[in-house]
């Protein structure tokens, strides 16, 4: 090989390297800005990290939560999926026009976003936070987030937290239980779907197969009866229950720390606007005012179990 060829070889070689290490222009970082959009705080990070913007990119482009940007089941209003009946002080009242906390905060939600309607659609409660399409915007109607139901749902910030209850009769040995293993010779019951059953059959493990349940009402009724020893349920829903099935009475909870969530099909710009504005709500002492408006009964000590 000639030197004068091996000095072009080199300079071709080199010219390549220069080529290799250059920066390439794409739409990459485009595509990362859109991507990195995301809620204030996405609840669903309790079973995944939160997504957050791809670094090395521009700031993500402003969230638009005009009503007309918004991503709604009907143009101008907002539409809340709940089961019913019903469970004060969360809910009450007519099932097309509920009343309570829950209602008071969609209301509130929905006038920040300039909506001027709210339309409740009801269903099973399992229903509420399974995969598919829905005849609504989101569920709310005390769903505890769990790392299961974010892996099909796309669940808001908490806006209450909660621990799991006993509910017994009053004066029967159950309500004596002070430990996990106090409890597993007698029968439990529970709605299906719920926390309560899994914290049962999880937690708790009775030595017989608890009863299961289409709501609430139900499985309180079978207690107040008899048929079942103690039903395992959210502390705010279990006070209530007491007044409703007298005899009954709340003898323990059990520290879960859950977190109510809003359940949504899909990420959208909808469920980065409510959690933008539910996050507003409480740096403003709004859901704190909700709460103390619909909620102040519930402040009681209750003994706890430990698991």
């Known amino acids: 090989m000639s030197r004068q060829f091996r000095r072009l070889t080199l300079v071709v070689a080199m010219l390549l390297l ?12 485009a595509q990362g800005t859109a991507a990195g959009r995301t809620a ?11 997504p957050t913007a791809m670094e090395g990119t521009a700031s993500a482009p402003s969230l638009s939560c005009e009503p007309d940007d918004l ?14 009946p019903y469970y004060a002080p969360f809910k009450k009242g007519p099932r097309e026009a ?11 939600l929905a006038e920040r976003l300039g909506l001027s309607e709210v339309v409740w ?48 009769r ?40 608890p009863n299961e349940y289409n709501d609430t009402n139900d ?32 003898s323990a909870q059990f520290p879960t720390e859950e977190g109510y969530g809003m359940a949504f099909q899909e990420q959208s710009n909808l469920l980065d606007c409510i959690d933008s504005e539910l996050a507003s709500m409480i740096e403003e002492g709004r859901l704190d005012e909700l709460q103390n408006t619909w909620l102040p009964e519930l402040n009681v000590e209750i003994p706890v179990i430990e698991p």
């Open 18 to 29: 220069m080529a290799a290490c250059a920066p390439i222009e794409d739409d990459s970082a």
């Open 40 to 50: 204030v705080v996405d609840a669903s990070s309790l079973s995944s990290p939160a």
């Open 71 to 84: 991503e709604l089941t009907r143009p101008g209003t907002l539409t809340a999926g709940t089961s019913y």
């Open 98 to 108: 509920p009343e309570g906390f829950e209602p008071d905060l969609v209301e509130a």
């Open 121 to 168: 659609e009801t269903a099973p409660f399992d229903s509420l936070y399974a995969p598919g399409q829905k005849p609504y915007d989101f569920s709310i109607d005390q769903i505890s987030i769990t790392p299961e139901r974010a892996e099909v749902v796309n669940f808001s910030q908490p806006y209450y937290t909660i621990q799991q209850g006993l509910l017994v």
């Open 170 to 209: 009053e004066g029967e040995p159950i309500g004596d239980a002070s430990t996990i293993d106090g409890l597993r010779g007698f029968k439990f019951g529970a709605q299906t779907g719920t926390t309560g059953l899994t914290y049962i059959k999880d937690v708790i493990q009775p030595d017989t197969p």
């Open 219 to 250: 499985a309180a009724q079978a207690l107040a009866v008899g048929q079942i020893d103690g039903v395992v349920i959210d502390v705010p829903i279990a006070l209530p229950l007491t007044e409703q099935f007298p005899g009954t009475t709340v």
